[in-house]
């Protein structure tokens, strides 16, 4: 697994997980992952996250984010099972990867149809498939702190989707993140 993290003073932008101390402990338990092959095997044999539940890893996460297994143990289970499938971590805003002109084209990586379906996804089961999904298009690079916070922010946006302005809102952030690339793109920029 390689393991590239955010340069500090890039000013990325995390609308959940702005705790640097969070950020740590969150890739320290992903790059355990690397050396715990039986435990990362668990969780990608993961369908659902509710066979997340009863992981051995998913526990340790919960231990990192206990907030989180408070307000959302269903959410968590998705940042477990999703960052399972990552192999290297890095590429930044994670819905801007999926926005980027694949080499020697001018369609996105992930269609717009399917990333349309994807910010969609109506519960946790739908938005993890669909996440694991882009994950495995992606060639299993994502920055995991940018995908853990978008699943989280994704979630709290479901729990209280008047919470906060539609410009921070989980739908509007990411939209705006994966059409950036390719607008500038079809603008010759």
Not at 29 to 51: F, V, Y
């Amino acid at each position: 697994m390689t393991d590239k993290t955010p340069a500090a003073g890039k000013g990325p932008r995390y609308a959940v997980l702005q705790d640097e101390a969070e950020h740590r402990k969150l890739f320290g338990w992903w790059k355990s992952l690397g050396d715990n092959r039986g435990e990362r095997a668990e969780l990608r044999r993961c369908e659902t996250p509710e066979q997340v539940l009863p992981a051995k890893a998913f526990h340790r996460l919960c231990r990192i984010l206990p907030q989180w297994e408070e307000q959302d143990l269903l959410a968590l289970a998705v940042v477990a099972g999703v960052l399972a499938h990552v192999e290297n971590a890095g590429g930044g805003s994670f819905a801007r990867q999926l926005g980027t002109p694949t080499e020697g084209s001018d369609k996105p990586l992930f269609s717009e149809l399917r990333f349309q379906q994807l910010l969609a996804a109506h519960d946790h089961g739908e938005f993890f498939q669909r996440l694991r999904r882009a994950v495995k298009q992606a060639g299993g690079t994502a920055d995991i702190h940018f995908l853990a916070d978008g699943i989280l922010h994704w979630a709290r946006d479901r729990a209280d989707a008047t919470a906060a302005r539609p410009s921070q809102r989980f739908r509007y952030t990411w939209a705006s993140d994966y059409f950036q690339p390719t607008l500038k793109f079809a603008q010759g920029e």
